[in-house]
T-cell receptor
């Protein structure tokens, strides 16, 4: 089954404690991206990757890092999380940029 | 900056038609999309329309595009309780040699039995 898998689904952490949210897709897609969803703000793109070892900033990249060492995985790293990064995060993948066809189930992150 | 505008809420009775409206900003957008987000789930690509089309129909879904007014709508015929979800309109925004998907804030559709 074609899918995008994120882990964990829920995470509560403390300010400053590094964390990683994993994202994996099984469709051999070259393009992957991360979004955050906040009430009243909709979805905003954090980072995207056009292919292995190719990543670029989206609209709200501050406080986040990503890596793309292999095509199927695109982890989101928060080196020093802060409360304003409390949000619902989605990973997406597709054949090409501009059509996010497959989304993960989401990761609800709370930073206290 | 670019903004995709949608009303935030819509309530309809089961069996009625729902119409969700969206206005977009980039007149050069080549694709416009509708996504559905059910509670606790990720976004699901529902349908899309090319900018050279006025209308696209897919079973109970009808997408209408008015390029002159930059207005996009999604009509759901015979709305069911399973259609209750948040619907996002999205456009491709191009600039500086690149392009990206820009989402509206979403319209929450509530279907009353």
């Amino acid at each position: 089954e074609a899918q995008v898998t994120q882990n964990p689904r829920y995470l509560i952490t403390v300010t400053g404690k590094k964390l990683t949210v994993t994202c994996s897709q099984n469709m051999n897609h070259e393009y992957m991206s991360w979004y955050r969803q906040d009430p009243g703000l909709g979805l905003r793109q954090i980072y995207y990757s056009m292919n292995v070892e190719v990543t670029d900033k989206g609209d709200v990249p501050e406080g986040y890092k990503v890596s793309r060492k292999e095509k199927r995985n695109f982890p989101l790293i928060l080196e020093s999380p802060s409360p304003n990064q409390t949000s619902l995060y989605f990973c997406a993948s597709s054949l090409f940029k501009g059509l996010e066809a497959f989304f993960g189930q989401g990761t609800r992150l709370t930073v206290v | 900056g670019e903004d995709v505008e949608q009303s935030l809420f819509l309530s309809v009775r089961e069996g009625d038609s729902s119409v969700i409206n969206c206005t977009y900003t980039d007149s050069s957008s080549t694709y416009l999309y509708w996504y559905k987000q059910e509670p606790g789930a990720g976004l699901q690509l529902l349908t899309y329309i090319f900018s050279n089309m006025d209308m696209k129909q897919d079973q109970r879904l009808t997408v209408l595009l008015n390029k002159k007014d930059k207005h996009l709508s999604l009509r759901i015929a015979d709305t069911q309780t399973g259609d209750s979800a948040i619907y996002f309109c999205a456009e491709i925004v191009s600039g500086a040699g690149s392009y990206q998907l820009t989402f509206g804030k979403g319209t929450k559709l509530s279907v009353i039995p």
